[in-house]
């Protein structure tokens, strides 16, 4: 299920692979974060920060952190796993690297660190993604309103683990 497509590697991200993991979130995304934001995430959450790799070159990431809060599934007061961010380089995609990141950064979640749901935020626009998300058995939870720097909402999608 968490397999890789033949040819394709995935592991957990190393300090020497955040270059080109900021290197893909920078050409993918609008939403792009100082180096010392990748460095902690991998310091204090790098069971759920994995990359995917072909001939020794990284095509893709997911990075992800805990937190406390109130459930948007589980009841009450839980640990929840949020992934950050995910992408996959355009030459890699529909092949299953992104559905195979998520499900193993989801499974760390919940049996590396004790999450008892996971959330996400996601443009409202980006179809590709929502349609990941929804095949995971994500739900939209809410919508979050200007989420974005230029305006655009954002889904909360959200499930159990
Ligand atoms: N159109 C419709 N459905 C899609 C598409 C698409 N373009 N891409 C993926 N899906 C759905 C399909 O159901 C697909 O299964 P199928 O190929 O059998 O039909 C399923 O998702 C799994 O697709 P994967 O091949 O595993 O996904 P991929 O490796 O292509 O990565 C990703 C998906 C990460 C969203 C990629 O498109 C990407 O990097 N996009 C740019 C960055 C981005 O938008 N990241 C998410 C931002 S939100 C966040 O980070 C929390
Ligand atoms: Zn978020």
């Given at each position: 299920m968490a397999e890789p497509p033949p040819g394709y590697t995935i592991r957990h991200a190393t300090q020497s692979d955040l270059p080109s993991v900021i290197r893909i979130n920078r050409a993918t995304l609008p939403e792009n974060y100082h180096p010392s934001f990748f460095e902690d995430h991998l310091k204090k959450w790098g069971r759920a920060f994995y990359v995917a790799e072909r001939d020794g070159e990284v095509v893709g990431y997911i990075m992800c952190r805990v937190e406390w809060g109130f459930g948007f599934k589980a009841k009450g007061l839980v640990k929840k796993g949020h992934v950050i961010s995910i992408a996959v380089l355009p030459e890699h995609r529909r092949k299953g690297l992104g559905r195979a990141l998520m499900l193993r950064a989801m499974d760390s979640l919940k049996r590396?660190?004790?999450?008892e749901e996971v959330y996400l935020e996601v443009r409202v626009s980006n179809r590709p993604a929502i349609a990941l998300y929804e095949k995971l058995g994500f739900e939209k939870t809410r919508v979050l309103h200007m989420y974005y720097l230029d305006g655009e909402d954002a889904y909360l999608m959200a499930r159990k683990l």
């Open positions: 590396e660190y004790g999450a």
